[in-house]
């Protein structure tokens, strides 16, 4: 679908030079002189490479629509995590660099939002926070004050998290998944 370069907003993906590129961000600039044009911070779906790319306002870019999926995290598998559509069944094969650092997180059973290009999977969005255990607590160093110290705790997939100090080991504690940090005391 062709759209005018002034038209992309943050999120939008397009078709240029033969790739998929993720919009990051857009700015519209209007020189005194000369027509105005719009700078585009623009990410490659399949590499990751970040490239910035100039276009005058009025002109067709092509802008590309991605499927959206639900689907059920099955396994991982090495570098490998193992989806599955809930509609149909079908199992899909991600590397674990599309999951990126929430990878961690995944859990069985979880549902993910899974973007797709002519059936091939983009990108996978993981819940924003997750319920873990707490497996190891370094004890509270007397004479720390409750509201300016955290403590660092192990998570049960072995990812280390700063918590307050009344969380002990055996605690379920919510974790947000974007950046692996303490949200709350999960409520049983």
């Known amino acids: 679908m062709k759209i ?3 038209e992309l907003k943050p999120g939008n993906v397009l078709e240029h030079q033969n790739k998929l590129w993720l919009v990051l961000k857009r700015d519209i600039v209007q020189p005194g002189k000369g027509g105005a044009f719009t700078v585009l911070d623009i990410r490659d779906l ?3 490479n970040k490239a910035t790319e100039r276009f005058r306002t009025q002109e067709a870019v092509e802008r590309v629509r991605l499927d959206e999926k639900e689907m059920q995290f099955l396994y991982m598998e090495g570098d490998q995590a193992t989806l599955m559509d809930n509609e149909n069944y ?42 873990m255990e707490i497996i190891e607590a370094d004890p509270v160093v007397r004479g720390q004050t ?43």
Do not use: W
């Open 4 to 6: 005018n370069a002034i």
């Open 90 to 131: 079908e199992q899909v094969t991600v590397p674990r660099d599309l999951i990126g650092e929430p990878a961690d997180f995944l859990q069985d059973g979880m549902v993910c939002t899974v973007q797709l290009y002519e059936g091939t999977p983009l990108s996978v969005e993981i819940p924003g926070s997750v319920v």
């Open 46 to 48: 399949r590499t990751g």
């Open 146 to 188: 409750a509201s300016s110290s955290y403590k660092p705790g192990k998570l049960g997939n072995g990812r280390r998290v700063m918590i307050p100090p009344h969380i002990e080991a055996g605690t379920r504690i919510v974790v947000n998944t974007a950046d692996g940090t303490y949200v709350e005391r999960a409520k049983d």
